[in-house]
């Protein structure tokens, strides 16, 4: 049954009259409720919209939308075009609700709401050309002050275009008079990038981003939209970025670099950015947990400590909410992290207590595991974590990969395999799991099965770079079939320019392949991208063939401060008889 307010309607047709609301003083059995006096509102008028209301919360939706909107004209009255709209868009109605917005906007050229209706109703019925004069219209009557942050919201405004070409274009013929203006220009080019990289023209994106930079060197948005772009393959991007970071950059933006620069392995560089943000900013906690997250995972762990703890408190005196919760779950994991590479496994568990975000709780109990197995209770470390609940398919998918790496943290390659087979037989669309499972058959010394399933990978998903790469090392690592690993190693790096871990595969099948001087320009630059033990090992090697011993010592000494329990470096180090 149909529910509605007498009394309510009554307040709001009072104030759509110009009249203060009606207030409800209690029951009145034989009143319904009257236009306040001196409202402008007579009884026709008042039926009129009362059976307009009526219809519009029936079936007769289309009668009760001519209804308001005929007396939102005769009235002039700005709420009542407005609920003419929303009558239509919930008859989802959306011929009409433009017909409404346009009416009103012509009884009132200058109201902003009446135009940015009319410009948001043609965007999401796809008329993006018509869409250019109400666009023109809205920055027109944006205060002055207000007009650049008008116009970096325009890219939001399009984001639901079916025609993304169509709507870059529409913005950037709206954004004529704006693009070259020095307080506008950044601005008005940076929404023009953002809608051509919507639309697939990085290229236009790039050269977007350059001309805003151009305009206003100090603006921020030419160089978000700059970050977006960054990529080995178009190095311009980057340029841009890094011209923006020589001139008093904001913290915030180098934290932006720096997850940037994180997302292309480049760990070195990201360190450094993290640092300067907070050498510029030193209560910005955000970069004091990624920078300790980072040093952590590379084994730095008292300056990461340091770090971590520093979050910590800053974070202490923040209001509770998500966001500090899953922050602090994250420090105290890597605060117990650092306690349990130091073998300190009480004050690793008394870290992992004080995690209270359920969301985190795999990754708590992850880490307990991990204490227990190096504790050598292996078998009550699968139990903690095979008792995490499952809610979704996703859950159980990430339990069983906690075993895995478990399984394999701890050597314990046959019974890892054996796991990873099962969740293969039930998924065997997972390019992930298949890969997995061909890098615990290497770890076995089973290379037909391993090169079987990786041959497997490249046909069912043929860009899995991993699988390339994979194997291409693992014929340079046994010393077998060169030529054909270099080409597996090149195609891999088609796939991603730059990645640090193939490029030192490359380095290393050029070694096995005699080239040494070509290897040593490879893993110098992979090293300098990327610090990593395993690349540590490789060109400390080939300094050490070459006859630059203490440059390899001192290579190999940095890759044992960095996880001296590596197996590749510890492998090189044993083979070679050599004490870093």
Not at 266 to 292: F, I
Request: proline share 5%.
């Amino acid at each position: 049954m149909m529910r509605f307010s007498l009394v309510a309607l009554a307040a709001l047709l009072a104030a759509c009259a110009g009249g203060a609301p009606v207030k409800a003083q209690g029951p009145r059995p034989s009143v319904i409720a009257a236009a306040p006096s001196g409202s402008g509102m007579d009884a026709e008028l008042f039926y009129q919209l009362l059976l307009g209301e009526l219809n519009a919360r029936t079936d007769e939706s289309g009668a009760g939308f001519a209804l308001i909107l005929d007396a939102a004209r005769k009235t002039g009255d700005a709420t009542l075009y407005q609920r003419a709209v929303e009558v239509a868009f919930q008859a989802r109605n959306g011929e009409a609700a433009l017909q409404a917005a346009r009416a009103w906007k012509q009884a009132a050229p200058q109201s902003r709401e009446a135009n940015r209706y009319v410009l948001q109703i043609l965007v999401a019925l796809n008329r993006i050309p018509e869409s250019v004069e109400p666009l023109k219209t809205e920055i027109a009557l944006a205060d002055p002050k207000d007009r650049p942050a008008v116009i970096a919201s325009l890219a939001r405004n399009y984001a639901r275009a079916a025609d993304k070409k169509q709507a870059a274009a529409a913005v950037e013929q709206a954004l004529a008079d704006y693009l070259d203006k020095p307080d506008t220009g950044a601005a008005a080019w940076s929404s023009v990038g953002r809608l051509r990289l919507a639309a697939g023209d990085t290229a236009g994106a790039l050269d977007a981003a350059r001309r805003g930079q151009a305009i206003g060197p100090k603006a921020e948005g030419p160089v978000l939209l700059a970050l977006e772009l960054m990529d080995p393959k178009q190095p311009q991007a980057e340029a841009l970025v890094r011209g923006y970071m020589q001139s008093q950059p904001l913290p915030e933006m180098r934290m932006a670099y720096a997850r940037a620069l994180l997302d292309a392995q480049r760990h070195s560089e990201a360190l450094a950015q993290l640092k300067a943000a907070t050498g510029e900013r030193p209560d910005l906690a955000e970069a004091w947990l990624a920078q300790g997250t980072l040093l952590v995972q590379d084994n730095h762990l008292a300056e990461g400590e340091v770090a971590v703890r520093k979050y910590i408190d800053l974070m202490q005196a923040q209001p509770a909410g998500e966001d500090k919760s899953r922050g602090l779950a994250q420090a105290y994991l890597s605060m117990a992290q650092i306690a349990e590479r130091r073998r300190d496994f009480p004050a690793a568990t008394a870290w992992l207590d004080r995690i209270e975000n359920s969301q985190d709780l795999l990754q708590a109990q992850n880490r307990r595991a991990s204490i227990l197995a190096r504790q050598g209770k292996m078998d009550e470390a699968r139990k903690l974590l095979r008792a995490l609940p499952e809610r979704t398919p996703a859950d159980a998918r990430m339990k069983t990969m906690a075993e895995v790496q478990l399984l394999r943290d701890n050597k314990q390659y046959k019974a890892a395999y054996d796991l990873l087979a099962q969740a293969v037989t039930s998924d065997p669309a997972d390019s992930d799991l298949l890969y997995d499972q061909a890098m615990l058959a290497e770890k076995m010394g089973d290379f037909d099965q391993m090169e079987k399933l990786l041959r497997q990978l490249m046909v069912k998903k043929p860009d899995y770079h991993h699988a390339y790469n994979a194997l291409g090392f693992s014929l340079a690592e046994r010393n077998v079939r060169l030529p054909e690993a270099k080409q597996l190693i090149q195609k891999a790096l088609e796939y991603a320019p730059g990645d640090p871990f193939i490029t030192d595969s490359l380095g290393w099948v050029e070694y096995r392949m005699g080239n040494k001087a070509e290897a040593l320009r490879i893993l110098q630059a992979a090293y300098k991208d990327r610090p990593d033990p395993e690349i540590a090992a490789h060109l400390g090697e080939v300094l050490w063939s070459i006859g630059q011993r203490e440059q390899a010592q001192a290579i190999w000494r940095e890759g044992m401060l960095l996880n001296a329990e590596n197996e590749t470096l510890v492998e090189t180090l044993k083979r070679l008889k050599v004490k870093p």
